[in-house]
């Protein structure tokens, strides 16, 4: 909205302890869509579902996999596993037992998620808790392929858990750059320990961490976390009120069964388990807010607001920032690694030639929906462009129209396409008709892709308009189609130089010899009155009016 009416738009944004404030000017600074969207991160099926290595990948298993395969629509894995054994994940010889295994246990999901609706809330608990962390790490553990190079798994057994008859693997000391603060903890990898403090003491698990979601859980709080949010899922779909459960970070029932099945999956593959905050962030893809931050971004989005409209009353183009004009309108927000200056201000980067927002022209057209119809306005933003009026005739000599220079476009509304050359059959309605009313937009998309795309934006006629005035109103001054910005063609490379001339032959009586330099004439040299004659041997001889031999073919 803000590139159509051209107004200044004031950008801000905050995480964590970083910030900024960006000023966004037609034609003068990038908008969004000029910066590419970076790629979310994904990782290798065999990764997530066989050899998991960090927290995240037990996370990304517990929601994306498991909750799914249990509680989410009945999907077949068939073509998900298909396309990692097309592109060879994980290599060596055990990659295609790999993938067979995988369809095993895709099947017997299917089986065990029909007995949630059936068996009872511990026995349901019971089996889904032995094929997922026992019988499918037993079978992992069966590929000993696999295990050459990575420490294996360790398969859980509930009733010993329960029990606290049960060993699990040692949890690997983090490194000198994941530990910070006076003290230091040793966690095992069922999450109980003890933390040792600046006075020597030794500070309780419940007297660190009060809160229920900052709390470490202990192998055995995970398996009865995992029954308790198991059973109430199962309870959820047995209401019939749900055909499917998905992950959601304020669903606390999914959430619970994300935070057990994530520690229970790591405790296995001796991987350090998380908090129910910490894995709350890491699935629901949370930045924590922190008020100063957000303090000082508004204080920020004020003064730049300030520079704008000190600027815009001067009544002279707002003045960008740049390497060669360092006065102007800048970004500032707040920096990493400088805390002696945490402030920072940027150049503002120019607008990305190919983007599909910013470069469109936009301008405005007062109509009336209700009586101008899609073609005829088309059509007079078309004669517009070229500088023909309504009043003016556009037949040639013989009477037709003359359509030689008119360009063959596509008009859409968002990404609905109205018409294009191929589909005229919208041209004859009403705007009205089409949902084409006050505040859309029409784009005008070059079929040849030569010129950018205009925007029309729909606004009403002005008031007190009388029913027999025009039915819509083109800008006074129409601008005319800017051509797409092409890249420059890569230099000739002169490196080597490729003769294409013919050998040619010039004839000494009937014999042949080749031809030096000097017989070669160029190619663009205009040539005399040349004649045709076949020789003895049955060459074609071009000669002069000189009677001098030219070329023998």
């Known amino acids: 909205m803000c590139m159509a009416a051209n107004v200044p738009l004031v950008e801000s944004g905050t995480a964590g302890y970083l910030g900024q404030v960006q000023p966004i000017l037609r034609d003068s600074t990038e908008c969004f869509d000029c910066m590419p969207k970076p790629t979310p991160k994904t990782f290798p099926v065999c990764t997530i579902r066989s050899t998991p290595s960090t927290p995240i990948h037990c996370i990304v298993w517990a929601k994306s996999y498991l909750l799914s395969q249990l509680f989410g629509e009945q999907e077949d894995d068939e073509g998900e596993l298909d396309q990692a054994a097309a592109q060879g994940e994980n290599g060596g010889s055990s990659h295609a037992t790999e993938i067979a295994k995988l369809r095993e246990e895709a099947r017997a999901f299917k089986r065990v998620r029909e007995s949630l609706l059936s068996a009872s809330p511990e026995q349901a608990a019971a089996l889904v808790f032995n094929k997922v962390f026992n019988e499918d790490i037993k079978r992992l553990l069966s590929m000993a392929d696999m295990w050459k190079a990575r420490k294996p798994p360790t398969p859980l057994d509930r009733d010993s ?168 309108i800048r970004i500032a927000g707040l920096q990493a690694g400088k805390a002696s200056v945490p402030l920072a201000t940027y150049y503002v980067s120019p607008p990305n030639p190919a983007c599909g927002i910013c470069r469109d022209q936009y301008v405005s057209v007062q109509c009336d929906p209700a009586r101008v119809t899609l073609g005829d306005l088309i059509n007079a933003v078309l004669r517009a462009e070229r500088g023909v009026g309504d009043d003016e005739d556009m037949e040639d000599g013989e009477g037709e129209d003359d359509e030689s220079e008119r360009r063959e476009v596509a008009v859409y509304e968002g990404q609905r396409l109205l018409s294009d050359p191929d589909m005229d059959d919208n041209l004859g309605s009403t705007l009205e008709s089409l949902s084409c009313t006050r505040g859309k937009f029409l784009t005008i998309v070059d079929e040849d892709e030569v010129f950018e795309n205009v925007v029309l934006a729909l606004s009403p006629l002005p008031e007190g308009t009388s029913a027999e005035s025009p039915a819509f109103i083109l800008p006074a001054t129409f601008p005319s189609p800017k051509q797409h910005a092409r890249p420059k063609p890569p230099a000739p490379d002169t490196t080597e130089e490729v003769d294409d001339e013919p050998e040619i032959v010039v004839a000494e009586s009937s014999r042949k010899r080749a031809a030096s330099e000097d017989d070669i004439r160029p190619a663009k040299r205009a040539r005399t009155q040349e004649h045709l004659e076949e020789d003895e041997d049955g060459h074609i001889v071009i000669s002069d009016d000189d009677d001098d031999v030219m070329e023998v073919l």
């Open 161 to 328: 858990i329960l029990a606290d008859q049960f060993t699990p693997p040692a949890v690997p000391a983090p490194s000198s750059s994941e530990t910070s603060g006076p003290s230091t903890a040793n966690v095992t990898a069922n999450g109980t320990g003890s933390s040792t403090v600046p006075n020597g003491g030794v500070a309780s698990s419940s007297a660190q961490a009060k809160l229920k979601d900052q709390r470490q859980l202990s192998l055995k709080d995970n398996v009865q976390l995992f029954d308790e949010s198991l059973s109430r899922l199962a309870a959820r779909l047995r209401s019939g009120k749900e055909t499917s459960i998905s992950f959601d970070k304020d669903d606390s029932d999914t959430l619970d069964f994300v935070t057990a099945t994530a520690n229970l999956r790591a405790t296995a593959y001796a991987i350090e388990n998380k908090t129910r905050w910490e894995v709350k962030e890491m699935a629901g893809n949370i930045i924590p807010a922190i008020a100063t931050t957000n303090a000082i971004i508004s204080g920020l989005i004020v003064l730049q607001a300030l520079h704008i409209l000190r600027a815009k009353a001067t009544g002279k183009p707002i003045p960008v920032a740049s390497p060669s004009q360092p006065s102007g």
